[in-house]
């Protein structure tokens, strides 16, 4: 099982490639929560996750032979940049097959570190089966995203960096997709400071690792859905489902508004820009889903800040709707004239902003003197929600809220 000693190697190969990236005290999340937040910002690591800390050390390891035939590895995301960065700095060479339908932004991205991109497979498991073809054809090395020991030493540097910029630390929060990630944290912490708790977050729609812990063996899940595309991931691996339940001390969940109303937090309080898995700990700890002190010393491992525009965008609606700050209502109005203008008397009493109107006189949902209105509209949040909606509907409409 993975050691120590792994890491401590790791980290001397991993060095002048990866970054060693800064912790921060967050005073906007201490006082939301009563704990002491630190967040360890791996969004800024090279590549924009850590992933280049566990490629590096794996192809680093690689007989002269190995790195004269190159590697090979299947990803849509972080892993592909990081595999890609990590074998051409040292100048070997690597093929990386994506899904067919990948996003441009991240082919693009993964073809920029110097990699050659192969499309293949409708999705991953598809592109993985033709990473192992290419492994058998042209004699590469499989770079595995995280059931692999060098790997997850590399991404264990992590704990190391937090317990030396942090030995004050009592509990590290870890996203979990394959479990790559916090196998290496865990085993960093609990054979250098056993005390400190390590906590693993999985998405709502992707929580193979709390059902595999229940159960006592490997659970794979038919099918998986969330916003964290990073930990979307079906099942741990062998190795990591081992070294989790040895070494990680609780696993929890939250659900993608959840995530969502982290992500935001963290763009408009802290401008930092993270992905979906990377707002993923620190969403464990604003919704308190573990128990902690008040005081404690909490580091949320914010690991990647890949994530693309539309994406975005869709997460910061969500994270408004939720935080009270978008509402989209629909109501009926007479069709006269005037009829508008005194609902939106009510609206300017409020201050309630409009992003857009629709007014559909031709809706078949209502009666033919009658009018639809759905408007868009910039709240300040759920009090100033419920006043209004409050004010609309004494006011006699009849008011649905469609987010
Ligand atoms: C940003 C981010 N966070 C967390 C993870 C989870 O890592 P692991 O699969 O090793 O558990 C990933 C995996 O791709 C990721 O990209």
């Given at each position: 099982m993975l050691e120590l000693s792994d890491i401590l190697d790791a980290r001397e190969r991993v060095r002048e490639t990866a970054r060693h990236t800064p912790l921060e005290y967050s005073h906007t999340y201490s006082k939301l929560t009563g704990a002491d937040v630190r967040l360890?910002?791996?969004?800024?690591?090279?590549?924009?996750?850590?992933k280049i800390r566990g490629a590096t050390n794996r192809i680093a390891t690689l007989s002269d032979a190995e790195k004269d035939a190159g590697v090979v590895t299947a990803s849509a995301g972080n892993h592909a940049q990081g595999v890609a960065l990590a074998a051409t700095r040292v100048g070997v060479d690597a093929k990386i097959v994506m899904p067919k339908h990948a996003p441009n932004s991240k082919v693009e991205a993964t073809q920029s570190y110097g990699a050659e991109v192969v499309l293949d497979g409708a999705d991953y498991d598809e592109a993985a089966d033709r990473a192992h073809e290419i492994e058998r054809e042209d004699n590469r090395t499989y770079v595995h995203a995280f059931d692999d020991e060098y790997v997850m030493a590399g991404q264990g540097t992590i704990g190391l960096e937090i317990l030396e910029d942090?030995?004050?630390?009592?509990t590290v929060v870890v996203p979990i997709g394959g479990g790559g990630l916090i196998s290496g944290i865990a085993t960093a912490i609990k054979e250098l400071q056993p005390d400190v708790r390590v906590i693993g977050v999985q998405a709502e729609g992707a929580s193979s690792a709390a059902a595999s812990l229940d159960k006592g063996e490997r659970v794979s899940l038919g099918g998986v859905e969330t916003i964290a595309d990073g930990i979307a991931t079906r099942s741990l691996g062998e190795r990591t489902f081992e070294i989790i339940r040895e070494r990680v001390d609780e696993v929890v969940t939250v659900s993608d508004p959840e995530i969502a109303v982290a992500l935001v937090y963290l763009l408009e309080r802290s401008k930092t820009l993270v992905e979906g898995a990377g707002a993923v700990p620190l969403a464990a700890v604003l919704f308190e889903k573990f128990d902690f002190e008040a005081d404690e010393t909490i580091v949320p491992a914010l690991?990647?800040?890949?994530?693309?525009l539309n994406t975005l965008t869709n997460v910061i609606v969500r994270g408004l709707v939720e935080t009270g700050r978008y509402l989209k209502i629909r109501t009926v109005l007479k069709d006269q004239p005037g009829a508008l203008e005194d609902l939106l008397e009510i609206f300017t009493v409020h201050q309630a902003n409009i992003y857009a109107i629709h007014h559909d006189r031709?809706?078949?949902?209502?009666?033919?003197?009658d009018t639809e209105v759905e408007i868009e509209l910039e709240m300040r949040g759920p009090e100033h929600v419920d006043t209004f909606l409050a004010d609309l509907r004494s006011a006699g409409y009849e008011v649905d809220v469609l987010v």
């Open positions: 360890k910002l791996e969004n800024f690591q090279r590549t924009g996750a850590f942090c030995p004050e630390v009592e690991c990647g800040g890949n994530i693309d031709t809706s078949r949902e209502v009666e033919m003197s």
